[in-house]
């Protein structure tokens, strides 16, 4: 009997063979990479679905290099607002930024005078939108579309062991309520 009952509180106080394969503290981990054209490269598109719908803060990360190795740049950057369209594909829109002196050059690299903002979105699609303002004039001075490799990145769990809830934001059939809309009222000499 007392062996028994040894047997069996250390099996209690031995972690799970789940808890040794699942790591379910919160941290930045690669969910999802999809190629230029939205297709599948690595990871699980449902993982950072579900991240996502969990409330995990998203960041995404790309680049490019030289054919030739002389050159290369990844950029990484926090997300600001996130969408889901119909079920599966994800665009985000990035943290804005200011443009940089360089991209590739490390002691050219600073920020641009005058001060030039950027703002961008980037799917899972592939697409990559930015445009480039002149913080001055508010002038918009480069619209940019690309295709590239997106890196998705949650701050979650192991998805294997996320258990938190993943709540139906948007079930079938459900249309918001439109209390107001109305255009704005232009401002004179604009």
């Given at each position: 009997?007392?062996?028994?009952?040894?047997?069996?509180?250390?099996?209690?106080?031995?972690?799970?063979?789940?808890?040794?394969?699942?790591?379910?503290?919160?941290?930045?981990?690669?969910?999802?990479?999809?190629?230029?054209?939205?297709?599948?490269?690595?990871?699980?598109?449902?993982?950072?679905?579900?991240?996502?719908?969990?409330?995990?803060?998203?960041?995404?990360?790309?680049?490019?290099?030289?054919?030739?190795?002389?050159?290369?740049?990844?950029?990484?950057?926090?997300?600001?607002?996130?969408?889901?369209?119909?079920?599966?594909?994800?665009?985000?829109?990035?943290?804005?930024?200011?443009?940089?002196?360089?991209?590739?050059?490390?002691?050219?690299?600073?920020?641009?005078?005058?001060?030039?903002?950027?703002?961008?979105?980037?799917?899972?699609?592939?697409?990559?939108?930015?445009?480039?303002?002149?913080?001055?004039?508010?002038?918009?001075?480069?619209r940019l579309v690309q295709r590239t490799t997106v890196y998705w990145y949650a701050l979650a769990p192991d998805p294997r062991c996320d258990v938190r809830p993943e709540p139906k934001v948007a079930p079938r059939g459900r249309l918001n309520s439109v209390e107001l809309d109305?255009?704005?009222?232009?401002?004179?000499?604009?």
């Amino acid at each position: 009997m007392i062996l028994v009952l040894t047997a069996a509180a250390a099996a209690l106080a031995a972690p799970s063979a789940i808890s040794k394969r699942c790591d379910a503290t919160d941290q930045w981990r690669l969910v999802f990479v999809n190629g230029p054209d939205g297709r599948h490269v690595s990871g699980k598109r449902e993982d950072l679905l579900r991240a996502i719908r969990r409330g995990s803060p998203v960041r995404v990360g790309w680049g490019e290099a030289a054919a030739d190795g002389k050159w290369s740049v990844e950029e990484y950057a926090n997300t600001s607002f996130v969408n889901i369209m119909a079920g599966r594909e994800v665009i985000a829109q990035i943290e804005p930024g200011l443009i940089q002196s360089s991209y590739i050059d490390p002691d050219k690299a600073g920020l641009k005078t005058p001060l030039v903002d950027w703002l961008a979105m980037i799917g899972t699609n592939g697409r990559f939108d930015a445009v480039t303002i002149d913080r001055k004039s508010g002038e918009q001075l480069r619209r940019l579309v690309q295709r590239t490799t997106v890196y998705w990145y949650a701050l979650a769990p192991d998805p294997r062991c996320d258990v938190r809830p993943e709540p139906k934001v948007a079930p079938r059939g459900r249309l918001n309520s439109v209390e107001l809309d109305e255009p704005s009222k232009r401002v004179a000499g604009e």
